[in-house]
């Protein structure tokens, strides 16, 4: 099976200090570049997370402290990383709840601007899940017949996802193969932050989907709680989070 691309697509898998899209930093990125006639092109690098990795994050990836030590801060290769990615679309397993949000606030902290927002984003795990169940090695195995060989290392990942996508468009008659269906396919619901703390509804109304103003619409709780946009901007939410919710209080203000 063959990619249907219009655009290049870029799998990649990241491996981090931990698990919180809002303080956890990478320490390796690895992304396999496929363009629509079928070349391919990879790069893996390790990165200097400026700060301590944790023992059970580093039994997890085999990566410490000392690894990285003389490895570029993620601000040193984020214009890099970001012409690598330009004007591709986006796949990974899990990408979207936490690879895409990570890799979205590391690009804010370096201060590189690349609007990931125009970008479709495909989470093979979404199509795993919807269609089996499973992890990533045992979608490897049910789906490739082989074992994932070094599993929870970027580069092993990245390989495997890219080949359990193309074995899942071989098994599932209806998957098209199609880079803006799949992306709409895996995705559980249309975020409007990489987050999900903001989602759209069937109207495409932004509103809140936590806390206690879940479901209800961001611009209507900005006009009635104006002191909710301060607590949110002061509070542990992503970067990305926080710019979304300014871009649609700035647009409330012009419309006024």
């Not at 919180?20 to 363009?35: A, G, H, M, S």
Request: with cysteine; glycine share 4%.
């Amino acid at each position: 099976m063959k990619l249907n691309l219009k655009n290049p697509i870029v799998f990649f898998d990241l491996e981090t200090t931990g698990t919180n899209i809002n303080t956890d930093r990478i320490v390796e990125i690895c992304y396999l570049k496929v363009y629509p006639n079928g070349n391919e092109e990879a790069k893996t690098m390790r990165i200097n997370p400026e700060m301590h990795i944790p023992a059970e994050a580093s039994a997890v990836h085999g990566i410490y402290d000392a690894d990285v030590a003389d490895c570029p801060t993620f601000k040193e290769v984020a214009r890099s990383i970001a012409n690598d990615i330009e004007g591709c679309d986006l796949a990974g397993f899990n990408s979207n709840r936490f690879d895409i949000p990570v890799l979205a606030e590391e690009f804010l902290r370096a201060n590189v601007d690349i609007d990931m927002s125009r970008r479709k984003f495909v989470d093979v795990q979404v199509i795993f899940h919807k269609m089996e169940q499973r992890t990533l090695s045992a979608a490897y195995k049910f789906y490739c017949g082989k074992n994932l060989e070094d599993a929870h290392t970027a580069e092993a990942d990245t390989r495997a996802t890219y080949e359990v996508l193309m074995s899942q468009l071989d098994r599932y008659p209806e998957l098209q193969n199609d880079i803006a269906f799949l992306a709409d396919f895996s995705s559980f619901n249309r975020n409007v932050d990489f987050a999900g703390r903001m989602v759209y509804d069937d109207n495409g109304v932004e509103v809140f989907n936590f806390g206690k103003y879940k479901g209800m619409s961001v611009s209507e709780v900005l006009k009635r709680d104006p002191g909710y946009y301060g607590w949110m901007l002061n509070s542990d939410f992503t970067l990305n989070t926080k710019a979304m919710l300014t871009k649609i209080r700035l647009r409330e203000m012009t419309q006024k």
